[in-house]
């Protein structure tokens, strides 16, 4: 059975760096992308990138500039970073997995509600 | 505002068939066979519930189908039960040039 467990800060102050982190216990860490979604209070859910155990990523490009994606691949964790944090930034962290091939997200963590506020 | 355009709400009474629409362009829904379907209940992670239009993983009942037609896809709920009573979003693969993934802003399903 696979689990996804993840944590991280959960109150963040404007200008700070967002920094989560994901476990994934059970199956294969190899041949799936690992991914960040969030879904912010009262709107729909964002996509935020993506990466494989062999680091290879892929990033939403509105959030770029911004975002971090990285893997531990001995530990099967994978990390997310976005700096320069606003209120906007505030939502409900989710990271999930999807098949190499389908772009469907079958696993997914139990979220990190973070809050940007001064 | 989200990128797909779904209904704000939906709902139908036990036993009965409720459709919710999700409306991209040919940028996404129409241009992609990767259009996704989520039940997210209240303080839970999203389920994966319909991928590459209108699979069903294992263990969602049949009741759960899904369709596309031009930029335009669908998820039916048929044979309605108080426990379908939940928030669901779409999602369709967006990449041209890069990869992107886009979803819609949710419809909150009610069982009457």
């Known amino acids: 059975q696979v689990q996804l467990q993840q944590w991280g800060a959960g109150l963040l102050k404007p200008s700070e760096t967002l920094s989560l982190t994901c476990v994934v216990y059970?199956?294969?860490?190899?041949?799936?992308?690992w991914s960040w979604i969030r879904h912010p209070p009262g709107k729909g859910l964002e996509w935020i990138g993506e990466?494989?155990?062999?680091?290879?990523?892929n990033y939403n490009p509105s959030l770029k500039s911004r975002v971090s994606i990285s893997v531990d691949t001995s530990k099967n964790q994978f990390s997310l970073k976005v700096s320069s944090v606003t209120a906007a930034d505030t939502a409900v962290y989710h990271c999930?997995?999807?098949?190499?091939?389908?772009?469907?997200?079958?696993?997914w963590g139990q979220g990190t509600l973070v809050t940007v506020s001064s | 505002q989200s990128a797909l355009t779904q209904p704000p709400s939906a709902s139908g009474s036990p036993g009965q068939s409720v459709t919710i629409s999700c409306t991209g362009t040919s940028s996404d829904v129409g241009g992609y066979n990767h259009v996704s379907w989520y039940q997210q209940h209240p303080g839970k992670a999203p389920k994966l519930m319909i991928y590459e239009v209108s699979k069903r993983p294992s263990g969602v009942p049949d009741r759960f189908s899904g369709s596309k037609s031009g930029n335009t896809a669908s998820l039916t709920v048929s044979g309605l039960q108080a426990e379908d009573e939940a928030d669901y979003y779409c999602?369709?693969?967006?990449?041209?040039?890069?990869?992107?993934?886009?979803f819609g802003g949710g419809t909150k399903l009610t069982v009457l």
């Open positions: 990466i494989t155990h062999s680091g290879s990523t």
């Open positions: 999602s369709s693969y967006a990449g041209s040039n890069n990869f992107d993934v886009v």
């Open positions: 059970g199956g294969s860490f190899s041949g799936y992308y």
């Open positions: 999930a997995r999807r098949d190499i091939v389908v772009v469907a997200y079958d696993y």
